[in-house]
Protein backbone atom coordinates (compact mmCIF):
# COMPACT_ATOMS: atom_id res chain seq x y z
CA UNK A 1 0.00 0.00 0.00
CA UNK A 2 1.25 3.80 -0.48
CA UNK A 3 -0.32 6.89 0.73
CA UNK A 4 0.97 6.41 4.51
CA UNK A 5 4.34 7.40 3.95
CA UNK A 6 5.95 4.17 4.03
CA UNK A 7 5.05 3.95 7.30
CA UNK A 8 3.50 0.24 6.60
CA UNK A 9 4.57 -2.99 8.14
CA UNK A 10 6.24 -5.16 5.99
CA UNK A 11 5.09 -8.76 5.28
CA UNK A 12 7.90 -9.48 7.72
CA UNK A 13 7.43 -7.81 10.55
CA UNK A 14 3.57 -8.98 10.24
CA UNK A 15 4.22 -12.32 10.40
CA UNK A 16 6.64 -11.61 13.22
CA UNK A 17 4.24 -9.92 15.17
CA UNK A 18 1.61 -13.01 14.87
CA UNK A 19 4.16 -15.31 15.74
CA UNK A 20 5.83 -13.96 18.74
CA UNK A 21 1.61 -14.40 20.43
CA UNK A 22 1.30 -17.69 18.74
CA UNK A 23 -1.08 -16.14 16.47
CA UNK A 24 -3.91 -15.31 19.03
CA UNK A 25 -5.83 -12.06 19.67
CA UNK A 26 -3.70 -9.95 21.84
CA UNK A 27 -6.65 -8.50 23.35
CA UNK A 28 -6.77 -9.90 26.90
CA UNK A 29 -9.94 -9.95 26.77
CA UNK A 30 -10.61 -11.89 22.96
CA UNK A 31 -7.72 -13.79 22.82
CA UNK A 32 -9.24 -16.02 20.04
CA UNK A 33 -6.61 -17.81 17.34
CA UNK A 34 -6.60 -16.13 14.21
CA UNK A 35 -5.78 -18.90 11.89
CA UNK A 36 -7.08 -22.15 10.60
CA UNK A 37 -7.56 -24.21 7.75
CA UNK A 38 -9.54 -23.09 4.37
CA UNK A 39 -13.05 -24.64 4.68
CA UNK A 40 -12.74 -25.47 0.67
CA UNK A 41 -9.64 -26.62 -0.24
CA UNK A 42 -6.54 -28.55 1.73
CA UNK A 43 -3.74 -25.85 0.05
CA UNK A 44 -4.75 -22.84 1.57
CA UNK A 45 -5.15 -22.11 5.63
CA UNK A 46 -8.02 -19.10 6.47
CA UNK A 47 -6.62 -15.83 8.33
CA UNK A 48 -8.25 -13.08 10.35
CA UNK A 49 -5.60 -11.42 11.99
CA UNK A 50 -3.74 -7.95 11.61
CA UNK A 51 -0.91 -6.49 12.47
CA UNK A 52 -2.18 -2.98 13.74
CA UNK A 53 -0.19 0.22 14.50
CA UNK A 54 0.01 1.42 17.63
CA UNK A 55 0.67 4.66 17.14
CA UNK A 56 -1.24 5.60 13.62
CA UNK A 57 0.90 5.42 10.33
CA UNK A 58 -0.34 8.51 8.74
CA UNK A 59 -0.80 11.84 10.21
CA UNK A 60 -4.34 12.21 11.79
CA UNK A 61 -4.86 8.33 12.44
CA UNK A 62 -5.61 7.08 15.98
CA UNK A 63 -2.80 7.39 18.53
CA UNK A 64 -0.57 9.34 15.55
CA UNK A 65 2.68 10.28 17.09
CA UNK A 66 4.36 13.42 15.66
CA UNK A 67 7.65 12.26 17.51
CA UNK A 68 7.88 9.26 15.73
CA UNK A 69 10.12 8.47 12.71
CA UNK A 70 8.83 6.48 9.24
CA UNK A 71 11.37 3.57 10.73
CA UNK A 72 9.71 3.92 13.97
CA UNK A 73 6.00 3.94 12.72
CA UNK A 74 6.97 0.55 10.52
CA UNK A 75 8.57 -1.04 13.51
CA UNK A 76 8.02 -4.55 15.21
CA UNK A 77 7.47 -2.39 17.81
CA UNK A 78 4.79 -0.17 17.47
CA UNK A 79 2.64 -3.46 15.99
CA UNK A 80 0.40 -5.62 17.86
CA UNK A 81 -1.04 -8.52 16.78
CA UNK A 82 -5.04 -8.52 17.08
CA UNK A 83 -7.93 -10.54 15.47
CA UNK A 84 -9.72 -8.84 12.80
CA UNK A 85 -12.29 -7.77 14.97
CA UNK A 86 -10.51 -6.21 17.43
CA UNK A 87 -8.63 -4.28 15.30
CA UNK A 88 -10.97 -2.61 14.04
CA UNK A 89 -12.14 -1.85 17.26
CA UNK A 90 -8.93 -0.16 18.79
CA UNK A 91 -9.37 2.56 15.71
CA UNK A 92 -12.70 3.36 16.61
CA UNK A 93 -13.45 6.81 17.16
CA UNK A 94 -9.61 7.48 16.54
CA UNK A 95 -8.61 5.17 18.84
CA UNK A 96 -9.85 7.29 22.36
CA UNK A 97 -10.53 4.06 23.92
CA UNK A 98 -8.36 2.31 23.15
CA UNK A 99 -4.58 4.32 24.41
CA UNK A 100 -1.42 3.16 23.39
CA UNK A 101 -0.50 2.33 26.96
CA UNK A 102 -3.00 -0.07 27.08
CA UNK A 103 -2.29 -1.60 23.42
CA UNK A 104 1.31 -2.08 24.98
CA UNK A 105 0.38 -3.86 28.05
CA UNK A 106 -1.77 -6.23 25.69
CA UNK A 107 0.90 -6.54 23.87
CA UNK A 108 3.49 -7.15 26.49
CA UNK A 109 0.88 -9.49 28.47
CA UNK A 110 0.39 -11.76 25.56
CA UNK A 111 3.92 -11.99 24.23
CA UNK A 112 4.63 -13.43 28.03
CA UNK A 113 1.96 -15.92 28.31
CA UNK A 114 3.56 -16.92 24.84
CA UNK A 115 6.83 -17.19 25.76
CA UNK A 116 5.57 -19.29 29.18
CA UNK A 117 3.38 -21.69 27.03
CA UNK A 118 6.42 -22.18 24.74
CA UNK A 119 8.93 -22.73 27.27
CA UNK A 120 6.72 -24.73 29.46
CA UNK A 121 5.19 -26.84 26.91
CA UNK A 122 2.13 -26.43 28.35
CA UNK A 123 -1.15 -24.81 27.04
CA UNK A 124 -1.51 -20.87 27.49
CA UNK A 125 -2.93 -20.99 31.02
CA UNK A 126 -3.81 -17.37 32.32
CA UNK A 127 -6.85 -16.40 30.31
CA UNK A 128 -8.70 -13.70 31.54
CA UNK A 129 -12.32 -14.07 33.04
CA UNK A 130 -14.89 -11.39 32.52
CA UNK A 131 -17.91 -13.66 31.88
CA UNK A 132 -20.89 -11.52 32.30
CA UNK A 133 -23.48 -12.88 34.43
CA UNK A 134 -27.44 -11.89 34.44
CA UNK A 135 -28.18 -13.71 37.95
CA UNK A 136 -25.77 -14.77 40.55
CA UNK A 137 -27.31 -17.92 42.12
CA UNK A 138 -24.07 -18.50 44.52
CA UNK A 139 -21.20 -16.09 45.69
CA UNK A 140 -18.60 -17.15 48.17
CA UNK A 141 -18.44 -14.03 50.11
CA UNK A 142 -14.74 -14.24 51.38
CA UNK A 143 -13.56 -15.78 48.82
CA UNK A 144 -14.88 -13.58 46.43
CA UNK A 145 -14.02 -10.57 48.43
CA UNK A 146 -10.44 -11.71 48.45
CA UNK A 147 -10.43 -11.56 44.73
CA UNK A 148 -11.67 -8.24 44.32
CA UNK A 149 -9.18 -7.00 46.53
CA UNK A 150 -6.51 -8.60 45.10
CA UNK A 151 -7.75 -6.74 41.90
CA UNK A 152 -7.96 -3.28 43.76
CA UNK A 153 -11.40 -3.35 44.71
CA UNK A 154 -12.52 -3.01 48.59
CA UNK A 155 -16.27 -3.79 48.85
CA UNK A 156 -18.11 -1.40 51.80
CA UNK A 157 -20.91 -1.96 53.68
CA UNK A 158 -20.70 -6.29 53.57
CA UNK A 159 -22.55 -7.40 56.25
CA UNK A 160 -21.16 -9.79 58.62
CA UNK A 161 -22.79 -13.21 57.92
CA UNK A 162 -23.18 -16.12 60.52
CA UNK A 163 -25.94 -17.92 59.11
CA UNK A 164 -27.82 -18.42 55.33
CA UNK A 165 -27.26 -15.62 52.69
CA UNK A 166 -30.66 -16.44 51.81
CA UNK A 167 -32.05 -15.80 55.45
CA UNK A 168 -30.67 -12.14 54.90
CA UNK A 169 -33.41 -10.72 52.76
CA UNK A 170 -32.71 -7.27 51.49
CA UNK A 171 -29.70 -7.28 51.89
CA UNK A 172 -28.80 -9.87 49.94
CA UNK A 173 -29.71 -8.32 47.37
CA UNK A 174 -27.68 -5.44 47.93
CA UNK A 175 -24.77 -7.80 47.86
CA UNK A 176 -25.33 -9.81 45.10
CA UNK A 177 -25.61 -6.25 42.98
CA UNK A 178 -22.66 -5.00 44.57
CA UNK A 179 -20.83 -8.08 43.41
CA UNK A 180 -22.44 -8.66 40.07
CA UNK A 181 -21.56 -4.46 39.16
CA UNK A 182 -17.92 -5.12 40.27
CA UNK A 183 -17.53 -8.54 38.22
CA UNK A 184 -18.26 -7.00 34.91
CA UNK A 185 -15.25 -4.65 35.80
CA UNK A 186 -12.58 -6.39 36.82
CA UNK A 187 -10.27 -9.35 35.36
CA UNK A 188 -9.74 -12.51 37.14
CA UNK A 189 -6.77 -14.28 35.91
CA UNK A 190 -8.31 -18.08 35.51
CA UNK A 191 -7.53 -21.55 33.70
CA UNK A 192 -10.46 -22.11 31.69
CA UNK A 193 -11.87 -25.72 31.98
CA UNK A 194 -12.10 -25.98 28.05
CA UNK A 195 -8.25 -25.93 28.12
CA UNK A 196 -7.40 -28.11 30.51
CA UNK A 197 -6.26 -31.66 28.60
CA UNK A 198 -4.82 -34.28 30.88
CA UNK A 199 -5.20 -33.12 34.54
CA UNK A 200 -2.82 -35.77 36.44
CA UNK A 201 0.09 -35.36 34.27
CA UNK A 202 2.24 -34.14 36.95
CA UNK A 203 3.96 -31.55 34.86
CA UNK A 204 0.44 -29.56 35.20
CA UNK A 205 -0.47 -30.83 38.44
CA UNK A 206 1.20 -28.32 40.85
CA UNK A 207 0.32 -25.28 38.93
CA UNK A 208 -3.37 -26.59 38.81
CA UNK A 209 -3.86 -27.04 42.49
CA UNK A 210 -5.02 -23.49 43.98
CA UNK A 211 -5.70 -22.16 40.53
CA UNK A 212 -9.03 -20.08 39.77
CA UNK A 213 -10.99 -22.36 36.99
CA UNK A 214 -13.70 -20.28 34.91
CA UNK A 215 -16.34 -22.44 33.06
CA UNK A 216 -20.05 -21.65 30.96
CA UNK A 217 -20.81 -25.43 31.46
CA UNK A 218 -24.11 -27.31 31.86
CA UNK A 219 -24.10 -29.00 35.10
CA UNK A 220 -25.50 -32.17 36.73
CA UNK A 221 -26.28 -31.68 40.06
CA UNK A 222 -26.33 -33.95 43.56
CA UNK A 223 -27.95 -33.64 46.82
CA UNK A 224 -29.29 -30.92 46.69
CA UNK A 225 -30.76 -29.29 49.31
CA UNK A 226 -34.03 -27.43 49.84
CA UNK A 227 -34.24 -23.69 51.32
CA UNK A 228 -33.97 -23.34 55.00
CA UNK A 229 -37.07 -22.92 56.63
CA UNK A 230 -35.17 -21.98 60.12
CA UNK A 231 -32.51 -19.86 60.82
CA UNK A 232 -30.64 -23.13 62.12
CA UNK A 233 -26.84 -23.30 61.45
CA UNK A 234 -25.63 -24.11 58.13
CA UNK A 235 -25.03 -27.86 57.62
CA UNK A 236 -21.26 -28.41 57.41
CA UNK A 237 -19.84 -30.52 54.46
CA UNK A 238 -18.47 -33.87 55.07
CA UNK A 239 -15.87 -34.18 52.46
CA UNK A 240 -17.90 -37.29 51.32
CA UNK A 241 -18.78 -36.58 47.58
CA UNK A 242 -21.39 -38.85 48.13
CA UNK A 243 -23.40 -37.09 50.68
CA UNK A 244 -22.29 -33.85 49.65
CA UNK A 245 -24.38 -31.49 47.99
CA UNK A 246 -22.12 -30.72 44.26
CA UNK A 247 -22.55 -29.83 40.71
CA UNK A 248 -20.11 -31.75 37.87
CA UNK A 249 -19.34 -31.51 34.91
CA UNK A 250 -17.65 -33.66 32.41
CA UNK A 251 -15.63 -33.54 28.95
CA UNK A 252 -13.21 -36.11 27.29
CA UNK A 253 -10.56 -35.37 29.48
CA UNK A 254 -11.97 -34.95 32.97
CA UNK A 255 -14.33 -34.47 34.85
CA UNK A 256 -15.33 -31.44 37.66
CA UNK A 257 -16.84 -31.74 40.66
CA UNK A 258 -17.76 -29.14 42.68
CA UNK A 259 -19.08 -29.83 46.26
CA UNK A 260 -20.35 -26.67 47.65
CA UNK A 261 -22.08 -24.83 50.55
CA UNK A 262 -25.67 -24.57 50.51
CA UNK A 263 -25.30 -20.95 52.97
CA UNK A 264 -23.71 -19.37 50.16
CA UNK A 265 -27.35 -19.68 47.84
CA UNK A 266 -28.36 -16.38 47.10
CA UNK A 267 -32.25 -16.77 47.05
CA UNK A 268 -35.01 -19.49 47.29
CA UNK A 269 -35.23 -19.46 43.11
CA UNK A 270 -31.98 -20.41 43.37
CA UNK A 271 -31.65 -23.12 45.40
CA UNK A 272 -34.11 -24.39 42.29
CA UNK A 273 -31.04 -24.18 40.41
CA UNK A 274 -28.77 -26.45 42.27
CA UNK A 275 -32.06 -29.14 41.86
CA UNK A 276 -33.43 -28.48 38.29
CA UNK A 277 -35.78 -30.67 36.86
CA UNK A 278 -34.23 -31.46 33.83
CA UNK A 279 -31.47 -32.57 35.89
CA UNK A 280 -28.75 -30.28 33.97
CA UNK A 281 -28.09 -26.47 34.62
CA UNK A 282 -25.72 -24.29 32.88
CA UNK A 283 -24.03 -22.47 35.26
CA UNK A 284 -20.91 -19.44 34.88
CA UNK A 285 -18.42 -18.90 37.02
CA UNK A 286 -15.20 -19.57 38.93
CA UNK A 287 -14.12 -21.75 41.33
CA UNK A 288 -10.41 -22.83 43.31
CA UNK A 289 -9.04 -26.29 42.64
CA UNK A 290 -9.02 -28.29 45.62
CA UNK A 291 -7.22 -31.61 44.45
CA UNK A 292 -6.52 -33.50 41.11
CA UNK A 293 -7.32 -37.17 41.57
CA UNK A 294 -6.84 -39.09 38.38
CA UNK A 295 -9.02 -37.40 35.54
CA UNK A 296 -11.02 -35.81 38.41
CA UNK A 297 -10.92 -32.16 39.44
CA UNK A 298 -12.47 -30.97 42.92
CA UNK A 299 -12.86 -27.49 42.94
CA UNK A 300 -14.77 -25.17 45.47
CA UNK A 301 -17.35 -22.78 43.96
CA UNK A 302 -16.36 -18.90 44.48
CA UNK A 303 -19.54 -17.34 42.07
CA UNK A 304 -21.76 -19.35 40.64
CA UNK A 305 -24.61 -17.55 38.01
CA UNK A 306 -26.44 -18.21 35.06
CA UNK A 307 -24.41 -16.59 31.93
CA UNK A 308 -25.71 -13.41 30.05
CA UNK A 309 -27.14 -14.16 26.43
CA UNK A 310 -28.03 -11.76 23.76
CA UNK A 311 -31.51 -11.91 24.53
CA UNK A 312 -31.05 -11.04 28.12
CA UNK A 313 -28.58 -8.34 26.89
CA UNK A 314 -31.13 -6.91 24.95
CA UNK A 315 -33.73 -6.39 27.65
CA UNK A 316 -31.06 -5.81 30.29
CA UNK A 317 -28.28 -4.04 28.91
CA UNK A 318 -25.37 -4.32 26.10
CA UNK A 319 -22.64 -6.59 25.28
CA UNK A 320 -19.42 -5.06 24.13
CA UNK A 321 -18.13 -8.10 23.11
CA UNK A 322 -19.93 -8.59 19.56
CA UNK A 323 -17.29 -10.41 17.18
CA UNK A 324 -17.86 -10.09 13.40
CA UNK A 325 -15.06 -11.14 11.45
CA UNK A 326 -13.23 -8.66 9.17
CA UNK A 327 -10.70 -9.17 6.41
CA UNK A 328 -8.65 -6.70 5.17
CA UNK A 329 -5.50 -6.00 3.06
CA UNK A 330 -3.83 -6.43 6.21
CA UNK A 331 -4.60 -9.78 6.80
CA UNK A 332 -1.83 -12.19 7.68
ZN1 LIG B 1 -9.61 -10.18 19.16
Known amino acids: MTGRNGANFSPKIRSTLAERVGYLCSNPHCRIPTIGPSDHTSETAKRIGRAAHIHAAAKGGPRYSPQQTPEERRSAANGIFLCGNCAGM ?25 KEAFISGNPIFSSIWRQKIHYLNY ?37 TASFQGILTRIDIASIDIEKIRYPDDNKYKDNLIGAIISFNENFRTKNG ?43 STAFGDFRPSSGQQKMTGLAVIKNVAGSNIIASPIVLGFPSNPLMEAFYGRTNNVRTISISEDDI
Open 90 to 114: IDQNNGMEYPAEMLLDWKKIAEEEQ
Open 225 to 267: VHPPVLRGAPPTLTGDIEKDPHIYYENSFLKLIMPYDPRWITT
Open 139 to 175: INIPRLELECLRNGYKIKNIPKITGWLYHMGQQTGII
